[in-house]
């Protein structure tokens, strides 16, 4: 079973950028759907965006559209969620979820998740 590890999170001011990572250890990402969610306090987890196992295939959610890239290196075992023009409404924990099927943006649609990673915006 795969195990992912978030790291990259962080305190920035609004406008600015961060980038998440989501590492894989146990087995190799490649073979899994790998999406992002996040979850502010009070509020139900929600999705951000997912890539396909192809490395091609993206869906993101309309609040981070044009704003944020979801990418992948499977060499590094590694997904990515580069975070631009950040906005205090992007404050929460964001975590990294994998599906052996293909994308999806229902958190019911995942199995393995990792611990996620704060990510505080100020105005």
């Known amino acids: 079973q795969v195990k992912l590890t978030e790291s990259g999170g962080g305190l920035v001011q609004a406008g600015g950028s961060l980038r998440l990572s989501c590492t894989a250890s146990g087995r190799t990402i490649s073979a899994y759907a790998v999406g992002w969610f996040r979850q502010a306090p009070g509020k139900e987890r929600e999705f951000v965006a997912t890539i396909g196992q192809n490395g091609v295939t993206t869906v993101y959610a309309d609040s981070v559209k044009g704003r944020f890239a979801i990418s992948r290196d499977n060499a590094k075992n590694t997904v990515y969620l580069q975070m631009n023009s950040l906005k205090p409404e992007d404050t929460a924990v964001y975590y990294c979820?994998?599906?052996?099927?293909?994308?999806?943006?229902?958190?019911?649609?995942?199995?393995?998740w990792g611990q996620g990673t704060q990510v505080t915006v100020s105005s």
């Open positions: 979820a994998a599906r052996f099927l293909g994308i999806s943006t229902s958190p019911a649609g995942y199995n393995i």
